[in-house]
Structures are given as C-alpha cells and as structure tokens.
C-alpha cells in the first residue's frame, strides 16, 4: 500500500519549453502532496506544498510562475517548468500524505523524475 | 531553527558488520522522525518512523532506531549490513502542525565492502 508514481520518469527538453510532471497516488487518497528538488548527491529541498482543490504554498525562493504547481483531484498532483533553462535541470520528487486508512502523518514518495534541459 | 544533522556524509562497512548512522535534530518539542533510503536515481524508501510510545523503532529490512530524547538523536541501526543496503540515507524531522513539512538531513551515503 501507499504508492505514489510519477511520470515520465526522465524527461528531456529544449530551453525555453513547458514540462509537465505528474504525480499520483495510486492506492490511497492524497489530502497534500508536496514537490521537492534534488540535485546531484545533496538532500531534497521543498518547493511547494499543495493540497487539493486549493492553491500550493510556495516555499521562500521558489519561482511561483516558474514551477506551476496544481492538484485537482485527491490523487494528482501536476508540477509544470515554464519557460525551462538549464539550470532547472535537476531530480523532482513528490510526495504524499494520505487522508485516511493509511498513516496520515506520513509522506509517501514517488520515483522521482529527471529532468535535463538543453 | 528546526535542523537535522547527519555528520557522516560517507560509511563504509563490511558486508554482514554492524551498521550506526548517525541523526541529531533540533526542534523546540519532539517532533516526528523518519529514516528514509534512496537508491541512486529513485524516489525514498520509508525504512521506520517515530512518534511515540517505545523510543526503540523496527523498519523493514532489519533496521532499527533508537530515539533518545536527552541527546536530541534517532541514530539508525542494523546488526549485519547485506550488500543491498548499499544507499543514500536519510534522517528526517516532520513538524507536528497541520503543515506536515518534513526537514531532511544532508544524507549519508552507505557503501558496503563485498
């Protein structure tokens, strides 16, 4: 139980373009879900946490408008790079935290996507 | 400020020696901790996590964690460490308000010796 995917698992893009990455629950019920950034051998860094049908909070020195974030339903999440450059290369990893039935005080996170703009 | 450190950025063991990987936090109560590992170029894995109640966690794989309280540390354990364990790992503090943010230590990488 408590599986999250993410999709595509690896994405390559021209600068300039819109990514689209996906993040859903597949057996359980997500109240929040929450974007993280990675980059090479270092921690995971929060950018945002969204819960459903309401906007996402941002955390401090993450680019609203850059990285759209929203989460229509209790088990999708969708994390968008606008206008993409280099330097948003990196590991997107989301997670989420359940409703009810499994532990609500837990993130559940998905594979994680790669993604390399040129 | 809430942190966590994790003061050993590389591990290395034998395979089927003990293991210590060591987390302190600071937090102004006791918050929830988590140990999570990551395979090169996957998502986290929840190993275990604390609460409350017993201060002396079972995870999967065998891993075990101790909270102690009067040393703000969640120092993950294993008895014999196989091959497969070789990872990232990482320590985590999660808030108990309604954000259910969590903070990450820096990690600690695991190699294990054949």
């Known amino acids: 139980g408590a599986v999250v995917s993410q999709h595509p698992s690896w994405v390559i893009c021209k600068s300039g373009t819109s990514v689209k990455i996906e993040c859903r629950s597949l057996?359980?019920?997500?109240?929040?879900m929450f974007w993280y950034r990675q980059f090479p051998k270092q921690s995971l860094m929060l950018m945002a946490t969204?819960?459903?049908?309401?906007?996402?909070?941002?955390e401090q020195g993450v680019e609203k408008d850059k990285f759209l974030i929203n989460h229509a339903s209790l088990t999708l999440s969708t994390l968008t790079v606008t206008s993409a450059h280099p330097e948003d290369s990196s590991f997107y990893i989301c997670?989420?935290?359940?409703?009810?039935?499994?532990?609500?005080?837990?993130?559940?996170f998905g594979p994680g996507t790669r993604l390399t703009v040129l | 400020a809430q942190s966590v450190t994790q003061p050993d950025i590389h591990i290395t063991v034998s395979e089927g020696a003990s293991l210590e990987l060591r987390c302190n936090y600071s937090?102004?109560?006791?918050?929830?901790l988590f140990w999570y590992v990551q395979s090169p170029g996957q998502g986290l894995q929840l190993l275990l996590k604390y609460f409350s109640g017993d201060t002396l966690v079972q995870g999967i794989k065998g891993f075990e964690a101790e909270f102690k309280r009067s040393q703000s540390s969640f120092n993950l354990r294993k008895p014999s460490v196989h091959w497969s364990d070789a990872a990232e790992y990482f320590c985590?503090?999660?808030?108990?308000?309604?954000?259910?943010?969590?903070?990450f230590g820096s990690g600690t990488r695991l190699l294990v010796r054949p």
């Open positions: 969204s819960n459903e049908g309401s906007k996402a909070t941002y």
């Open positions: 057996d359980f019920q997500a109240t929040t």
């Open positions: 937090y102004g109560a006791t918050p929830y």
């Open positions: 997670s989420a935290r359940g409703v009810s039935g499994i532990s609500t005080d837990t993130q559940y």
């Open positions: 985590a503090v999660g808030a108990r308000d309604s954000s259910y943010k969590l903070i």
